[in-house]
């Protein structure tokens, strides 16, 4: 009994020195090995896999067969559908921005100490919480063309009905607002965590020196909003590119395919009920996926250079 | 639900004496139905139950999904775990699955003499001269109108184009529109389309260009959107109808706002709980505008069909043998069930208005042939653009060359 207790030890010993000795270098991957075994088998994997179907036509079903670079040729040089995605997919990208100082001056205006400000916080942040799908259908209620509450504000001032999820060159935009109504929510909780950490002294000092209103804004508040303003810029992009829910809710893609983007348009290609096309689908999302690497990319390496700087 | 139940019994019984006395069934049987609205979910539950029923060692397992829901799971469904039986429908739209051998051939059922009663259907069930599944429903499309407005306005049930557009002339002078529709998801276009067309050029001339064999930018198809576009100037579809699913269009014809509604018979039962009662509602075909074409008629089919991974295809089949006999059909078709049409020919139909209408007119009255419906009869992705470019002319008809040389160029690439 004894000799067995002291060579075991003597074993775990050993294994326990050589562990020791590693510690600090071992440690950390050893609780990222879930993460990465995870993340690369539902994130990194599927992306080669996308990219290897990309050169294929495939009915998701059947085998598939190579056809080279043709799936891209196509969609780069005489796919409509493309193009209104592609196009669409930037109008998002710029007007979502505007979620950004739409939160910080919201994020201005509840940082204040008056009574009840919790409560204005939680409604002002409630369109965040709510499921997007809920949003879609809150907001084509509210563009309804003929009951809809929209119109009947326009009405009060004299102007005619319009139906803007009806109208080609409109849809995208009233689905965009509708995007950027949890958006905004979003970026103002971003801003208010973010106010909670400016420096009062420093708020104290510029006072001292005479600055009010913008100036102290622009020279004072925001500088040190820098960090939430990133974050808010990072999910804000992320955000635009990803957009489908609210598209599939509001419009499905329509009238006349004119609010597809290109995660819409993959959706539909691939998986959607007359979406037979594997390889095409998995075309757009490679496209996608670099149009997103290029921000992150930025992103990462903006990251890296601040930490740089830190240092 | 007792009168269900009693029916139940006594198919039990006279089924039992009839054919399945000599199979023992043994084992599960599993079955993924789309059947989800609230009728056809009672209709499917009741056969499962029955069927689970008649055979003391085999368990039925039923398992409804969401009918929009499994146009995309299906795919899914029937090749990872596959079940023994599902729910699909006729003609193009099963065409994927059969290539990919997802489908199993049930080409010796079809040989049995009792699926002669079913003969109606065999070529809507055929792909390279096998069959791959049974129907067991089908519903009759056309103008479901208010009878009376037009017995206020003194019209009457038009025959000819001329007519229509004269009683379409006189609903819009009394301040209402002639059709109410609704495009949002697409299909309601592709029956207008499907009418007009087949009524223009004929079932023929319809057919060969669901199969790729004539180019969009013919002059009779141009002819098909011609007279489709002296509706659309006259303004005789609701305004905004891009906006609409079918169902929230149905509002316009219940408050009267609209007339008339070109749509299949499952909308009837829409249009009963808004309460419009048969004094109120009517039915005719859709009217001739060439007279040398006969009548073509939209009735799409809709079926089961045993998964090539089934794992108990005995048991599959005889669910296939059972759903199509001809009491079975009788029962799940009638106006307490699913209220539509029987596919057997030895069935009876249920007594309703609607559902006798549409039996006679596709029993004696659709000479030139039985359409499946567009996004049946088209490949599944010539029906998708093509029921875009249709929206898109129902809104802008000018852009009507755009819209043509668009689905000739996806003609060209689809059926290479």
Known sequence: MATVTASSGDATGARRGWYKRNEIALTPWLFLIPGILFFAVYVIIPIFQSVWISFHEWDGLGTMEWVGTANYERLLTDDRKFDVSFWNNVRWLFLYLLAIPAGLFIALFLNQTVFGIRLYKSLFFFPFVISQVVVGLVFSWFYLPREGLLNALLAVFGMGPVNILGDPNLATYGIIAAGLWPQTAYCMILYLTGLNAVDPEQVEAARLDGAKGWKMLWYVILPQLKPATFIAFVVTIIGALRSFDLISVMTNGGPFGSTRVLSFYMFEESLSEFGFRMGYGAAIAVVLFFLMLFFIAYFLYSMWRDEKGAR | ?416
């Open chain 2, 1 to 416: 639900m007792n009168r269900t139940l009693k029916a139940s019994v006594l198919g039990v019984a006279a089924l039992g004496l009839m054919s399945t006395s000599a199979l023992a069934l043994e084992g599960t049987l599993r079955i993924i139905s789309d059947m989800s609205n609230p009728a056809p979910r009672a209709v499917m539950e009741g056969l499962a139950a029955e069927f689970d029923e008649m055979h003391p060692d085999l368990t039925v397992e039923l398992e409804i999904v969401d009918r929009e829901a499994w146009k995309t799971q299906i795919r899914n469904a029937l090749s990872a775990n596959p079940p023994d039986v599902v729910n699909w429908y006729a003609a193009n739209r099963m065409l994927p699955y059969v290539n990919a051998g997802l489908f199993m051939d049930v080409s010796d059922l079809w040989d049995e003499p009792e699926f002669a009663a079913l003969a109606s259907t065999e070529g809507a069930m055929t792909i390279d001269g096998k069959q791959w599944g049974v129907p067991y429903t089908y519903y009759q499309w056309g103008v479901y109108y208010r009878e009376d407005i037009f017995n206020e306005l003194g019209l009457s049930e038009p025959a000819t184009w001329e007519e229509e557009l004269a009683n379409c002339q006189a609903i819009l002078d009394s301040g209402r529109k002639c059709y109410t529709i609704g495009t949002k998801f697409l299909w309601t276009a592709g029956g207008w389309f499907d009418y007009i067309n087949s009524r223009t050029n004929g079932y023929d001339f319809h057919i060969a260009l669901a199969r790729g064999e004539v180019e969009w930018t013919d002059p009779r198809v141009r002819q098909t959107f011609e007279n489709w576009r002296q509706l659309i100037d006259m303004g005789a579809f609701i305004d905004d109808h891009q906006t609409y699913s079918w169902q929230e269009a149905l509002p316009f014809i219940l408050e009267g706002e609209a007339t008339a509604y070109l749509m299949g018979n499952f909308a009837v039962a829409a249009m009963r709980d808004g309460g419009l009662d048969d004094s109120m509602l009517d039915f005719y075909q859709f009217p001739v505008i060439n007279p040398n074409v006969d009548f073509a008629e939209d009735a799409p089919t809709d079926t089961f069909h045993i998964a090539s991974g089934a794992q108990n295809v005995e048991a599959a089949k005889e669910f296939l043998r059972f759903v199509t006999s001809p009491d079975v059909q009788t029962r799940i078709n009638g106006g307490d069930a699913l209220g539509q049409l029987p596919v057997n020919a030895n069935s009876s139909v249920a007594d309703d208005e609607f559902i006798q209408q549409g039996f006679e007119m596709l029993s004696n009255n659709a000479g030139g042939g039985i359409m499946q419906f567009f996004d049946r009869d088209f490949p599944a992705e010539m029906a998708s653009v093509g029921m875009e470019g249709l929206q898109e002319f129902m809104v802008f008809p000018d852009n009507l060359d755009d819209i043509l040389e668009r689905l000739e160029d996806a003609r060209q690439r689809i059926y290479e």
